[in-house]
């Protein structure tokens, strides 16, 4: 059922350019759940239309299965490079190994993404502090999580 569930859903989000996978998996109870996310954002009606594809195109008689297709949440974190590049101008908060950075993402290469953010320094003269705009360049294969925050 797998291969075949594999093959349907490939099927149906190459009909649909702006749909792209996340994830997706089918349990021991044949729960089949798959969750996509688009250029644009997911309809109701996208998630209707995957669900079809694959759901019209195998055996209930043979085989007993549910399905659930799900848009990726807006609190889940950013897996796919896709997912990146329809989030630039928001606010991502990125952890890497070692740190963890909030700021702006401003731009995207194939290796790498860079945010802008403020941060507090010392004056170089005198007391106090201030604000300095800096950007950072970090590569996608040191980012450990990155998610959207959402600001109200």
Known sequence: MKAQVETLL?????????LFLIDWNIDSENHIKIIID???GVRV???IDISRA???N?????LDFSIEVLSAGVSE?????????KNIGRILKVKLEDQEIEGEL?????????LSYQV????PVGKGYVKIQKEQEIAFDSVVRATVMIKF
């Open 10 to 18: 490939t099927d149906a989000l190459a009909e649909r350019s702006d």
């Open 38 to 40: 688009g250029d644009e």
């Open 45 to 47: 009606q996208d998630c």
């Open 54 to 56: 694959v759901e019209h």
């Open 58 to 62: 195998l055996d209930r008689e043979a």
């Open 77 to 85: 974190p950013l897996v796919q490079k896709r997912q990146f590049q």
């Open 106 to 114: 401003v731009s995207l290469s194939d290796e790498a993404l860079t």
């Open 120 to 123: 507090r320094e010392k004056k």
